[in-house]
Structure formats: structure tokens, C-alpha cells
């Protein structure tokens, strides 16, 4: 099961609804991996997984452009930890899977979602909390 939580919120709202979307995507991938009635489901699976890396691509680039605009000091580190994971997520290839299909692609949902909460309650809480005066 994945589900957003609010401890997750950082109080600002755009940051907040994609960060909330990152998890809809997510969930919506889990929940169908897990679905049994769903035939020919893995095509269907990936494209959602596609879908989750490009609207994590966008998430940064709203969440870079806030940081920068308001002199957060930490703005490179943190752009660098998002390049990695975006490096990390691009060696994914969903065409090689083999006979373990559900096995291969859970392990691609959770190593995202858990990367997105520990990044959110570690990372991303210090930009909330260190924050420079715009
Ligand atoms: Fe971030």
C-alpha cells in the first residue's frame, strides 16, 4: 500500500500537491501491479511507471526554480541529489524484464517511493526549515 501521509506536508502548497501527485502515480502503479484480474497488465504498469520518472522530472524543476528564487544556500547540493536519482532511474530498463515480472517491477515502485520519502522527511524538510529570506 502506498499512501501519502501528512507528515510528508512541507506547508508549501505547490511543492505539497506535487509531492501528493508524486504518490497518486505511484499508488496507481502498485495498485494495478497487485491487481489479479487485470490481464495483460504490465504494458499498462509501465507506462505508469514512465509516467511517475516524467512527472518527477517536472517536480524537481518546479522544486529547483523555488529553491533558487529564494537564495536557498544548500540550491546545487540539492539539485546534485536529484540529478543522481534522476541518473539512477534512467539505468531502469523496463524492456529488459524477465520471467518475474510482478517481482521486477515492485522492486522499481518501492525503490522510488521509498527514495521520495526519505528524500521529502530528510532533504527537502531542511529547504523549509533553512530557508533563506527571499
Ligand atoms: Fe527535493
Known amino acids: 500500500m502506498i499512501k501519502w501521509e501528512d507528515k510528508y506536508l512541507l506547508g508549501i502548497d505547490i511543492i505539497d500537491e506535487q509531492h501528493k501527485e508524486l504518490f497518486r502515480i505511484a499508488g496507481e502503479a502498485f495498485d494495478l501491479l ?3 484480474f487485470y490481464l495483460d ?3 499498462h504498469v509501465v507506462k505508469i511507471i514512465e509516467e511517475l520518472k516524467d512527472y518527477a522530472v517536472y517536480h524537481f524543476k518546479t522544486e ?3 529553491m533558487f528564487k529564494n537564495n536557498y544556500k544548500k540550491y546545487f547540493s540539492h539539485k ?3 540529478d543522481e536519482f534522476l541518473e539512477e532511474v534512467k539505468k531502469i530498463n523496463l524492456d529488459d524484464m524477465d520471467e518475474n515480472q510482478d517481482e521486477y517491477l515492485l522492486s522499481i515502485i518501492n525503490f522510488v517511493v521509498d ?3 526519505e528524500h521529502i522527511l530528510g532533504t527537502d524538510k531542511l529547504y523549509v526549515s533553512e530557508e ?3
Do not use: G, L, M, T
Open 34 to 36: 497487485k491487481n489479479e
Open 41 to 43: 497488465k504490465y504494458d
Open 64 to 66: 529547483e526554480e523555488y
Open 80 to 82: 546534485i541529489i536529484h
Open 115 to 117: 527514495w521520495i520519502v
Open 132 to 134: 533563506s529570506p527571499a
